[in-house]
């Protein structure tokens, strides 16, 4: 399974910004999309999830309410949605594909590489 993070970029505090993850190599509705984020210095922090259904979504405190999760299983691809953006948003994005959705980093498969996301104040 590849993965392909994808639309980062610097944005205003209080603006919006939709973050994509494209998928290949296998079956795509098979797989429980995750989105997680790391600053430097600090360990990567699960940020969001999605069930393989489209049925269950999850997501950190910090960003809930703000942030969504929407899934095209027609296109591979999940989309993490972000709005009313903080300075403490900023971070790099990484997506992940695993078996069940979760907060847990160790229970994903696959990874793929991280887009920036910088918001200034």
């Known amino acids: 399974v590849q993965l392909q993070a994808s639309g980062g970029g610097l944005v205003q505090t209080g603006g919006s910004l939709r973050l994509s993850c494209a998928v290949s190599?296998?079956?795509?509705?098979?797989?429980?999309i995750g989105w997680f984020r790391q600053t430097p210095g600090k360990e990567r922090e699960f940020v969001a999830s999605?069930?393989?259904?489209?049925?269950?979504?999850i997501f950190a405190d910090a960003v809930k309410g703000r942030f969504t999760i929407p899934r095209d299983n027609a296109e591979n691809t999940v989309y993490l949605q972000m709005n009313n953006l903080k300075a403490e948003d900023t971070a790099v994005y990484y997506c992940?594909?695993?078996?069940?959705?979760?907060?847990?980093?160790?229970?994903?498969?696959?990874w793929g590489q991280g887009t920036l996301v910088t918001v200034s104040s």
């Open positions: 999605i069930s393989r259904s489209s049925g269950t979504t």
């Open positions: 992940a594909a695993g078996r069940y959705i979760s907060r847990v980093e160790r229970t994903y498969d696959y």
């Open positions: 190599g296998r079956t795509f509705s098979n797989y429980a």
